[in-house]
């Protein structure tokens, strides 16, 4: 698959970083609401990497250390980081280290945990049993071959975790996440064993982080999300004071592909709401285009 994924469109650049298990072509929705006023890619984190393997990137860490020097071998400054879930918190770090390269970041219901869970963790992961979380299980022991993308359609139409999902945004994830097989099936291109070692490396300490954005930020919650709960938001609030919230209601933890025209205007009208927001025209032009992007090593 290509590594980046250009969405098209005209104006300042938006980055879309995807969740755990969601390639980018599963954002279409979401970038078809933001094309008409920005120019939109995404750039395939890690485990999309042909021949990646899990043990490369012990902690989530490495991952923004990717999409960090990805954006520099492309040349942008000042660009719009926008980050789901995973993508939330590579974004996030990625905005900490090096705040040149975005002149905002939109935060989709990152995996920034109450406390209380991540002491949960820690025991879990001290005990040794880090491999026993349910989503980790889940990763592992998920379905993977279909005998047709309409069949593996289908299959996930029927089943209430898509159910806020139009017909649209499931072909979307179900064309863009699965590939061909030899023998005529299909199967998901997100590897098992990456999927299930991020969720088992979840990061811990990333409370320690969040007061060292300075950058302006909008942070998007589903008012029915399961990882991003209002004890979280409300404790990211009081650490950063000045990023603005949003709760979408009627929707969960994948929010881009459950209400993607509605995060659109949330993030357009945002970022055209006040001064807090450096004006795009004043970064440099990206230096290499957008054309192509050859495989990380």
């Known amino acids: 698959m290509d590594l980046l994924h250009d969405f098209g469109g005209d104006g300042p650049v938006v980055h879309l970083a995807h969740a755990n298990g969601f390639p980018p072509g599963a954002y279409r929705r979401l970038a078809e609401s933001l094309t008409p006023h920005y120019h939109v890619i995404a750039l395939a984190a890690r485990p999309l990497w042909p021949g990646s393997r899990p043990e490369s990137a012990p902690t989530w860490r490495p991952m923004a250390d990717d999409l960090i020097a990805e954006l520099d071998r492309l040349g942008l400054r000042a660009i719009v980081g926008v980050g789901h879930s995973l993508g939330g918190l590579l974004t996030l770090w990625a905005g900490i280290l090096r705040p040149d390269l975005f002149r905002a970041v939109v935060l989709i219901d990152p995996v920034i945990?109450?406390?209380?869970?991540?002491?949960?963790?820690?025991?879990?992961?001290?005990?040794?049993?880090?491999?026993?979380?349910?989503?980790?299980?889940?990763?592992?022991?998920?379905?993977?071959?279909?005998p047709s993308r309409q069949a593996c359609f289908e299959r996930y139409r029927s089943r209430p975790h898509f159910a806020r999902w139009?017909?649209?945004?499931?072909?979307?994830y179900v064309e863009s996440g699965?590939?061909?097989?030899?023998?005529?099936?299909?199967?998901?291109?997100?590897?098992?064993?990456?999927?299930a070692h991020i969720f088992a490396t979840t990061p811990t300490d990333i409370w320690r982080d969040v007061p060292h954005l300075h950058t302006p930020a909008l942070i998007l919650?589903?008012?029915?999300?399961?990882?991003?709960?209002?004890?979280?938001?409300?404790?990211l609030a009081h650490r950063l004071p000045l990023a603005q919230f949003v709760t979408i209601s009627g929707a969960g933890h994948l929010l881009p592909m459950e209400r993607p025209a509605e995060i659109g205007a949330a993030v357009h009208d945002w970022l055209n709401s006040g001064s807090s927001i450096a004006d795009p025209s004043a970064a440099d032009p990206p230096a290499a285009g957008l054309q192509s992007l050859a495989p990380p090593v």
Do not use: C, M
């Open 221 to 235: 919650r589903g008012e029915g999300s399961d990882i991003f709960l209002p004890a979280a938001q409300a404790r």
């Open 166 to 172: 139009s017909d649209a945004a499931l072909w979307d």
């Open 178 to 195: 699965t590939r061909a097989n030899d023998d005529g099936q299909v199967e998901l291109i997100y590897p098992a064993d990456w999927e």
């Open 113 to 146: 945990l109450p406390p209380s869970w991540l002491v949960a963790l820690r025991l879990l992961r001290g005990l040794g049993l880090k491999q026993r979380q349910p989503l980790v299980q889940s990763a592992l022991h998920r379905r993977r071959t279909w």
